[in-house]
């Protein structure tokens, strides 16, 4: 026979005005098993907590209910004391009278009821709760930054900073991202590549860091503690060593292609670093256009370099490396605007994305910043900014707002203004959002004092016509359709998540929402955490983010990270599956369920008929597992089971709640 | 051309003569016209009394499960028996290195009840079938009829008469022309709610508990079953209704999915409750709503209901 | 190759030339479209009401009647190919209106909208291909400048009609080419040329037509091709009326060029000569 | 304007939604039906205003304009809509209403010959009777 005991919590007036304590209490007290029932007004407070410790002690109580508010809010509260008045903590169980019951229900008496109700389940699971203990695990003190851009950069500099060792894995030749693309930054327009440069050197040379640029992560085993990576060190062709960086390999190279990096306005060479201040800043072959790999002729760089740095033998390095926590700051891709041919986006050599502008302002961009049309290398008088092409677009596009093209648009208006006195902005938008520290002076900096115009509506159709564009739109204030006769139009063409984000997803174990952005484990409290214990998001790969709200989350991801790594030792969760393998039938299904890759295959030997046989069954790594049950109902015979939620603990509490 | 049934007996001589199998499982004749019973042999010479006739309808891979063999077991398969097989094979639960498969193309199985609703039955001795028609053995005489017209409603809607898994293929294999096999279940799925809960109630109200239906069934491999557990007691042990049904709920949860709809169920059931429907009605949603799946068919296939892929879109948690 | 085909009024009457030249198009490569009998009026517009199902119904019995033959539905009008298709994408998705229109129409068969209808430029595209229409081409229209004008009903709205990319198309100068023409380019050629309204607003269709000829014109076109009775009837005779009867850019259907391009008939010379 | 409850749910209000199936408040206003529509210039309220005077509740003024008859039904705007709101079903709605209710009818017998004398295809002519007549 057990001795339980079930504390009724009034919690102010929350439960206490829609649920009759005294009659919950009488009931209670007449549960089987339940040897003591008391209530107070405040269950949590320090009163609260004596009443149950002393009754604990007094009574000789083995088991104890509080019925209060949802476990989330106080059964860890209550566990600690449990666990101080020496009762296992797991012998505790929450009856939530408060978001079950009281705070949903209006009638009284059928809230009594129903309280009486969650507690009679909770006796009745208590009844059958078990010890548990959580066991240590070790913490490999080092840490994995996946994406090299601001987010990774940040997220990087903090660990090493509190001590830790860090990986930063870019697949990229250089670290610096899209901040690295950008020419100012709002709403300072500060130089980007000025604020940005440093940190990035600061990367190279920190002590703390090791740096893996043209690489990737291919593989991540473990869990929280103790993450096994498989990283491709990407043969980069030059011997990172010996390069100088002098440039005569790429002054050389005769193949072009389209610049990534300049977002195909101009082109590179086959070797190339992609931007000046590259870091590292080595040149890498790309094998894909190189004579030498594609048609097996050439070898001008090679008899160039002067350090003798050139190397085609060289092949990919493939790395296996241990952290305890993983950051991902894999970033943004631009929406394709295969869908928007209204706008003759690549049709027309002057209609460009905001990103190509970005580069053609950029004083390092293929235009040495001076703002040329590529169509004929004139400097544009009228440029019309195109606001959500693509962003809340529940139709042809992503139904979010892309958060930073007000902004950046804003930006580009002023931007526009300083290079040419002369040249008028025209800005199509549906709202303006500028909810950011001086985002909204700075917008009205654009018009007020940069002259440009916004015209609140849409743009139906660019219609190519000679060297002009004829931009036909609607300003919806004054209520004309309108036609603006444009040298350059500019689409502000909605961010994405990256192409291959669920692929990373699947590798890390994390999961992605509906537009493939990665899921923070709460949207408000745990923005920073992956689901998956021990992993870490920075930046766009999570969502729309400017770089202020980046670097703040990059940091926020690293304070967890540190957190994780400054202990030695983790304590797991004891609610993790087991399995009862003389019950297990070794069809494997909870393997084929389990998200977190928690259950293996292993063979045991029995005997049967007096016969010793091999069997396959399945088994639970507890640190992996995350007790989220898929495993239990998957299992037929019921060999699965929970601990702490048990079939039999739940089939009692149905029981309870049934009969 | 051998008649198949002596096919039959010269592989299982071979197979135990050679000791490439310990044991040969086939079907031998009970003392009446309609029974043809599991037989288990061991010594060659027992091969003679293995029989195939139009009776022959127990699955046998199921006896897999009881016996534990040193060297191989025998046995023969027909088109449904061989999607049961493969069914525990992707279960775990035989071992394909320990058996020897010898297929059987099979174009249907005469229903004694049939016979029997023909006026056929009286005085019968033996019942053979030669091609397309069943001869019908009295002590003075015999009749004939065509075959397809006593076969079991469940051969008629057949989608695999011809074993899709053996090591020798005996005989011709045979054309498939199935009957559509969801009519009874769309049939059933536009009646009014109240109608169907009081059909499955009228049925299930006959249930004796005699659990054949999940003994019979491959997809029903569990080493113990969880209406067999005392701890925890999932099934009352009083003959409530509700507790009936949720058995017979349970039961076609448990094999939704992989239930490679060869009707063994309803087939054995004594009191007649038409347990095929309801694994049918899961097939017939799984097919509508995660695409065309026949479970055994293709071990390679990923079964619908045991796969989760990350890359499934989540419904993010809101606020 | 085998088809089911809906002719729709029109091409009995005024665009006759549009469908000889497409049978007799169709008989040459060797592609068999078998007339539907007694079809009836597809009703020319899509009705957009959602409250009534009395405006579907000639076109489903049009599509069940297809649907027993077993092949896929061939339309030619721009008008009846959209309120066909449409009319299938209702039946096939609106589980409503399906039970309605099966109810009234009491087919011995119930419609869900099981038919595939598509268009002769799919038909050509898809079915036939154009690299084998291309080799059929015995007269290519090499160096001939030719504008294509899509109109509204072919490609919108895109969800539903499933033609082409909606808003950068590229069917029907790929079918140029393939005849061996040149293909222009002009922002104009996926504008609505005014549909209906040139039965009560003229002046307006006559602006709307004006922008569409001149934006081709100014794309260095010299013909310009479309694949709706009505568009040609407002390209043609309303650019007549603005250039008070001077044509500056002669119309054809697609299909006369098929034609001229297969030999079988060389387009009127007096019709160039216009 | 005063601006009530009542005005903003009456049955006219209803009975749109209803007879083209839309919902109005989809309609944020980035007014790019108006930008795309190729007859705006011969309207007197402009596509996106229609959808604003609808979720103001007023129909009247709706009714009565000429847009209604200008709209040729090209889906332009449909097809660009970031919303996905059906404006053409929403413009045929306001006319079905002043042809089913009010016998309003504006393509009358006696405009056919002048129509069929100007060479005019089967299916404008259909075309326009649909769109203009009860």
């Known amino acids: ?659 | 051309m051998k008649q198949l049934s002596e096919i039959l007996k010269e592989v299982a001589f071979g197979s135990l003569s050679s000791g490439e199998a310990e044991m040969v499982i086939g079907w031998q004749k009970g003392p009446f016209w309609w029974q043809s019973f599991p037989a288990f042999i061991t010594d060659p010479g027992g091969t003679g009394s293995l029989i195939w006739d139009p009776f022959s309808v127990s699955n046998l891979s199921k006896y897999l499960l009881k016996e534990v063999p040193e060297k191989k077991i025998a046995l023969f398969l027909k088109g449904c028996d061989a999607l049961g097989f493969n069914q525990m094979l992707r279960d775990g639960r035989v071992d394909r290195e320990k058996v020897l498969l010898f297929g059987i193309p099979c174009d249907g199985l005469v229903d004694p009840a049939r016979v029997e609703a023909a006026g056929l039955s009286k005085g019968l001795l033996q019942v053979k079938k030669e091609q397309e028609e069943l001869i019908f053995y009295y002590k003075k005489g015999q009749r004939k009829a065509p075959a397809r017209d006593f076969y079991y409603a469940k051969c008629l809607s057949c989608r695999y008469p011809n074993p899709v898994i053996y090591d020798q293929m005996l005989g011709e294999a045979v054309p498939c022309q199935p009957v559509e096999r969801f009519a009874d279940v769309s049939k059933l799925e536009t009646t009014p709610l109240e109608e169907r809960f009081s059909y499955w109630s009228r049925h299930f109200s006959r249930c004796i508990r005699c659990f054949a239906c999940r003994n019979v069934c491959p997809a029903c491999s569990c080493r113990e079953c969880i209406f067999d557990l005392a701890e925890p007691r999932w099934l009352g042990k009083a003959n409530e209704l509700s507790e009936t049904q949720f058995y017979h709920i349970t039961r076609a949860y448990h094999v939704a999915g992989r239930c490679v709809d060869c009707g063994e169920c309803a087939r054995i059931c004594p009191v007649g409750i038409p347990l095929a429907e309801l694994n049918r009605k899961f097939i017939k949603d799984i097919n509508e709503l995660y695409g065309e799946y026949d479970a055994g068919a293709d071990l390679d296939k990923e079964a619908p209901l045991l796969t989760f892929k990350t890359d499934d879109p989540d419904v993010s948690s809101g606020s | 190759m085998r088809f089911s085909y809906y002719p729709g009024c029109t091409l009995k009457t005024t665009a006759a030339v549009l469908e000889n030249s497409a049978l007799k198009a169709a008989r040459a490569l060797g592609i068999e479209l078998l007339e539907q009998e007694e079809w009836q009026c597809c009703g020319a517009v899509f009705p957009l009401t959602v409250d009534e199902i009395a405006p579907f119904l000639s076109s489903v019995r049009s599509l069940a009647a297809a649907k027993d033959t077993g092949e896929k539905l061939v339309t030619l009008c721009a008008a009846c190919h959209h309120v066909l298709k449409r009319a299938n994408h209702v039946m096939k998705t609106d589980k409503d209106v399906c039970n309605k229109a099966n109810n009234y129409l009491q087919l011995p068969d119930q419609y869900r909208g099981g038919t595939e209808v598509i268009h002769y430029l799919e038909l050509l595209r898809d079915e036939l291909g154009f690299s084998a229409l291309a080799q059929k081409v015995k007269k290519p229209l090499t160096g001939q400048k030719i504008a294509a004008f899509y109109g509204c009903l072919l490609l919108r709205p895109p969800a539903v009609m499933q033609f082409d990319n909606a808003e950068n198309p590229s069917i029907m100068e790929d079918f140029l080419r393939t005849l061996g023409a040149t293909a222009v380019d002009y922002p104009y050629r996926t504008e609505c040329c005014g549909v209906y309204l040139s039965v009560q607003n003229e002046e307006i269709v006559a602006g709307m037509v004006e922008k569409i000829i001149n934006s081709a014109l100014r794309h260095g076109a010299e013909a310009i091709v479309d694949a709706c009775p009505l568009c040609h009837y407002n390209l043609l005779e309303l650019q007549q009326k603005t250039t008070h009867g001077k044509l500056t850019l002669p119309v054809y259907y697609f299909t006369e060029l098929l034609e001229e391009a297969l030999g079988l008939e060389d387009r009127a010379e007096e019709k160039m000569a216009i | 304007m005063k601006i009530t409850t009542q005005s903003l749910c009456g049955t006219m209000v209803k009975e749109i939604a209803a007879i083209s199936g839309e919902n109005v408040a989809k309609c944020y206003q980035c007014g790019k039906c108006t930008a795309a529509c190729p007859v705006n210039m011969a309207m007197d309220i402009l596509p996106h205003q229609v959808l604003r005077f609808l979720q103001l509740g007023l129909v009247e003024a709706v009714l009565n304009c000429n847009t209604i008859w200008i709209c040729a039904s090209c889906f332009t705007c449909a097809g660009r809509c970031p919303r996905g709101v059906d404006l053409p079903g929403v413009m045929e709605a306001l006319r079905a209403i002043l042809l089913r209710k009010r016998g309003f009818s504006r393509f009358k017998a006696g405009d056919m010959p002048r129509v069929l004398n100007k060479g005019m295809p089967e299916q404008g002519i259909v075309s326009g009777f649909r769109k203009y007549t009860k």
């Open chain 1, 1 to 659: 026979m057990r001795r339980i005991g079930v504390f009724i919590c009034w919690c102010g007036t929350n439960i206490a005005n829609t649920v009759n304590i005294e009659g919950v209490t009488e009931a209670a007290g007449k549960m089987p098993s339940v040897i003591y029932a008391d209530n107070y007004k405040y269950m949590c407070s320090e009163i609260g907590q004596s009443m149950i410790k002393e009754a604990i002690i007094k009574e000789k109580l083995d088991r104890v209910v509080v019925a209060a508010c949802s476990p989330r809010m106080h059964e860890l509260t209550f566990f600690k004391t449990a666990a101080a008045a020496g009762l296992n903590p797991y012998l505790v169980e929450i009856a939530n009278i408060r978001e079950h019951c009281s705070w949903v229900h209006k009638d009284k008496q059928e809230a009594t009821g129903k309280a009486i109700a969650l507690i009679r389940t909770a006796v009745a699971k208590a009844a059958r709760n078990k010890e548990l203990w959580a066991t240590q695990i070790p913490v490999e003190c080092r840490a994995l930054v996946i994406g090299g851009g601001i987010g990774g950069i940040q997220a990087a500099l903090d660990i090493a900073d509190a001590g830790f060792e860090v990986d930063l894995v870019e697949r990229t030749p250089s670290i610096g991202g899209r901040m690295a693309q950008l020419d100012k930054t709002f709403p300072t327009l500060d130089c980007s590549a000025c604020i940005l440069t440093p940190k990035m050197v600061e990367v190279a040379s920190h002590h703390n860091i090791t740096l893996y640029t043209f690489s990737e992560v291919e593989k991540v085993d473990g869990f929280v503690g103790n993450f096994e990576a498989t990283i491709r060190k990407k043969a980069r062709s030059i011997d990172l060593e010996k390069c100088t960086g002098c440039g005569i390999c790429w002054e050389k190279c005769p193949s072009r292609v389209k610049s990534e990096f300049d977002e195909a306005l101009v082109m590179r060479k086959a070797v190339y670093v992609p931007f000046p201040q590259a870091v590292p800043n080595v040149p890498v072959i790309d094998r894909a256009s190189c004579r030498r790999f594609t048609r097996e002729k050439c070898g001008i760089c090679r008899k160039a370099c002067p350090a003798g740095a050139v190397n085609y033998d060289q092949e990919d390095e493939v790395l296996q490396k241990k952290y305890g926590a993983i950051v991902v700051a894999t970033g943004f891709d631009i929406l394709d605007l295969d869908d928007f041919g209204e706008f003759s986006y690549g049709k027309h050599p002057d209609v460009l994305t905001s990103l190509e502008f970005e580069r053609l302002v950029n004083s390092s961009g293929p235009t040495g910043g001076r703002l040329l049309r590529p169509s004929d290398q004139s400097p544009p008088k009228n440029v019309v900014f195109i606001q959500c092409v693509g962003s809340r677009d529940k139709s042809r596009g992503k139904p979010y707002c892309s958060k930073i093209c007000c902004m950046y648009s804003a930006k580009h208006a002023i931007l526009l203004r300083e290079k040419y006195p002369e040249a008028q902005a025209y800005v199509f938008y549906i709202d303006i959002r500028t909810a950011g520290k001086d985002f909204e002076e700075f917008h009205r900096r654009a018009v007020e004092e940069y002259g440009a115009l916004y015209l609140k509506g849409s743009v139906g159709k660019v219609f190519p016509d000679g060297d002009k564009l004829l931009v036909k739109g609607v300003d919806s204030l004054s209520g004309h359709a309108v036609e603006i006769e444009a040298d350059m139009v500019v689409l502000a063409a909605a961010i994405k998540a990256k192409s291959d984000a669920p692929q990373l997803a699947r590798l890390l174990g994390i999961s992605t929402d509906t537009h493939s952005f990665f899921t923070e484990a709460h949207p408000k409290l745990r923005p920073v955490e992956a689901h998956t214990a021990g992993i870490f998001l920075a930046g766009a790969c999570q969502g729309p983010k400017d770089i202020p709200e980046t670097v703040s989350q990059a940091s926020g991801a690293a304070a967890k990270a540190i957190i994780l790594l400054s202990k030695d030792n983790l304590l797991s969760n004891p609610c993790v599956s087991e399995v009862n393998e003389s019950l297990c039938t070794g069809c494997l299904s909870c393997i084929k369920v389990c998200p977190y890759g928690a259950v293996a295959e292993k063979t045991i030997e029995e005997k049967i008929h007096g016969k010793a046989l091999k069997r396959r069954v399945a088994e639970v790594n507890e640190a992996l597992c995350q007790g989220c049950g898929s495993c239990t109902v998957s299992c037929r015979p019921g060999a699965v089971n929970l601990k702490g939620f048990t079939n039999e603990q739940i089939m009692a509490e149905v029981d309870a709640i049934c009969l």
